[in-house]
């Protein structure tokens, strides 16, 4: 177990809805990303957060938001959400100053999202 | 762009066969490699990892990689598989500046007993 845990485990929504999803970082970690993982897919980065800021984005559409709390926890939120949002997203926290700035990212088990 | 390929999409052994999965990446400069293992049912879960020196790295269960900067690869390796061996094996690279990490489809392997 690493320690980042994620809620909820499962969710079904319907198109159009908005979804929000936890993840709590490890303990002393202060970085969470977030990656979308499709069926048979490797994960695809969607943001990270760093002390509470927006650290970085990948390709994905501004529908997709999240925050970072003061506690390090962080949230993914999807508005307007579409068939192909449904996946298993995870949350992945890492301490980049423990490793001279280089990050190991210790991932969590996923939230999996199924829109219908 | 960058990218991480992984040659192999479905593996199947049987026990005790040794193992190579294959990895490349695409980007000149520094880069810091991982390998990520995910068993049925359980989470990403960090098999070994390369950022500097010694090419050749060892992991958890018997695992190791090696770094081969010339042909832009980190091929994971097992001189001996067990059936519990058996998951998704995900290769991963951070290049550069990049914030984000970028990771191949994986390795679907399958160990018969």
Same mark, same amino acid.
């Given at each position: 177990?690493t320690g980042v845990t994620q809620s909820p485990t499962?969710?079904?929504?319907?198109?159009?809805? &908005?979804? =929000?999803?936890?993840?709590?970082?490890?303990?002393?970690?202060? =970085?969470?990303?977030? +990656?979308? &993982?499709? /069926?048979?897919?490797?994960?695809?980065?969607?943001?990270? +957060?760093?002390?509470?800021?927006?650290?970085?984005?990948?390709?994905?559409?501004?529908?997709?938001?999240? /925050?970072?709390?003061p506690n390090y926890s962080s949230e993914l939120n999807?508005?307007? %959400?579409?068939?192909?949002?449904?996946?298993? +997203?995870?949350?992945?926290?890492?301490?980049? %100053?423990?490793?001279?700035?280089?990050? =190991? &990212?210790?991932?969590?088990?996923?939230?999996? !999202? /199924?829109? /219908? | 762009?960058?990218?991480?390929?992984?040659?192999?999409?479905?593996?199947?052994?049987?026990?005790?066969?040794? %193992?190579? !999965?294959?990895?490349?990446?695409?980007?000149?400069?520094?880069?810091?490699?991982?390998? +990520?293992?995910?068993?049925?049912?359980?989470?990403?879960?960090?098999? %070994?990892?390369?950022?500097? $020196?010694?090419?050749?790295? #060892?992991?958890? #269960?018997?695992?190791?990689?090696?770094?081969? #900067?010339?042909?832009?690869?980190?091929? !994971?390796?097992?001189?001996?598989?067990?059936?519990?061996? =058996?998951?998704?094996?995900?290769?991963?690279?951070?290049? $550069?500046?990049?914030?984000?990490?970028?990771?191949?489809?994986g390795t679907s392997l399958a160990v018969n007993p």
């Open positions: 177990e499962h969710l079904i929504k319907t198109r159009g809805q &908005q979804v =929000t999803l936890r993840c709590s970082s490890q303990s002393g970690h202060n =970085t969470v990303s977030w +990656y979308q &993982q499709a /069926l048979g897919q490797g994960p695809q980065f969607i943001f990270q +957060y760093y002390r509470e800021e927006e650290n970085g984005r990948g390709n994905f559409p501004p529908r997709f938001s999240g /925050l970072q709390f999807v508005n307007a %959400l579409e068939l192909d949002d449904s996946a298993l +997203y995870l949350c992945a926290s890492s301490s980049p %100053l423990s490793e001279g700035g280089v990050e =190991t &990212q210790y991932f969590g088990p996923g939230t999996r !999202l /199924l829109v /219908l | 762009a960058q990218s991480v390929s992984q040659h192999n999409h479905h593996v199947i052994l049987s026990e005790a066969a040794s %193992l190579e !999965l294959g990895c490349n990446y695409s980007y000149g400069g520094t880069v810091n490699l991982f390998w +990520y293992v995910q068993y049925p049912g359980q989470h990403l879960q960090l098999l %070994l990892k390369y950022f500097s $020196g010694d090419p050749l790295v #060892k992991g958890i #269960k018997g695992f190791e990689a090696e770094f081969i #900067k010339s042909k832009f690869s980190f091929n !994971l390796r097992k001189p001996s598989v067990q059936w519990s061996d =058996t998951a998704e094996y995900f290769c991963a690279v951070f290049a $550069g500046n990049n914030r984000k990490l970028i990771w191949g489809l």
